[in-house]
């Protein structure tokens, strides 16, 4: 299994009003995205071209939008990457530039 291209934790993925997990993980590895719960369970998956990924209107920088599989999830990640050594998620853009980028790569 090749290293992710993309890893963060302790990422709030929302479904509409509806918050699924609040740590929960958000990985791109081998041309797939996966949003999974704080304990590993797989929200969802899709491959990385099926994916969309932006920044909503009118939010705040820490939030991206990912459909995946027709369903719509809000992403809290962070407003700016932590410190290198710290725990935290990464920004939002990182996400989405990760997104494009992998996508850019296989097609």
Sequence with gaps: ???PEFTATG???????????????VRISDGRLEL???YGSEIDSAPVQAVRASKPWFAP?????ADVNGTRYLLTLGEQDP??????????????????RA?????
């Design 61 to 65: 920088d820490d939030r991206a939008l």
């Design 36 to 38: 999974l719960t704080s």
């Design 83 to 100: 410190a290198p050594g710290r725990p935290g998620p990464p920004a939002a853009r990182r996400f989405i530039e990760a997104v494009r």
């Design 1 to 3: 299994m090749a290293e």
């Design 103 to 107: 996508a850019g790569d296989r097609g």
């Design 11 to 25: 990422v709030r993925i929302g479904k509409r009003l509806r918050s699924l997990t609040r740590a929960g993980q």
